[in-house]
């Protein structure tokens, strides 16, 4: 065979090698959706999208947590405490705007521009490694008309697992989770795992590794 066509073939096998490669590393949705790890070192799979349900408050959340986010407020509610959903599913386009926002925030509070983006950082998940843009992490809050947040945060740590529902960033966990204590920020596990995880007292990180 001539040399110029061995070289042409080489680079073809590299090219198709390489496409192969490409495919398998981006866009691999783990098997279990419960169990997709999101942090500051893993992102949210690429062109991942969630079949989702409206909140009657009009907050988006993945379909398939709905009927145990359900079954956990109508037991709530019966215990006389009154959770509501204030964050769920967010875009990445939302996350890059509220990335901005917080920015902005600092900025008009005098900081400069660099030093505005790093305490932003701070507070704010980068694109694509926030946990709301997989559409099974909630912000629980209280309905204020009913309940305090604290009595909600205290129902939810030792319920919510029952439902399948873990406090995903746990007090003194940072080194771990990357994520200072957040009360109010739960994440569906399913309930087999979330069990394990309450009943260990461990965070996701730690179940998964
Ligand atoms: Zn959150």
Known sequence: MKRKNKVLIMIIFIIIGMTVLKFIQSDKVPD????????????????????????????????????????MFDDARSDSIYPVVSEGYRTRKQQKQMMKDKITGFVNEGYSEKEAEKLAEKLVAEVG??????????????????????EVYNWLAENAFKYGFILRYPPDREDITGIDYEPWHYRYVGTDTALEIYSRQITLEEYLS
């Open 32 to 71: 279990d959706w419960r169990l997709i790890l999101v942090n500051n070192e893993h992102s949210v799979p690429k062109n991942y999208s969630p079949q989702l349900t409206q909140l009657s408050n009009g907050i988006y959340i993945d379909s398939r947590i709905y009927p145990d986010l359900q079954k």
């Open 129 to 150: 490694k926030s946990e709301h843009e997989l559409g099974i992490a909630l912000d629980i809050n209280a309905d204020p008309l009913y309940s305090s947040d604290e």
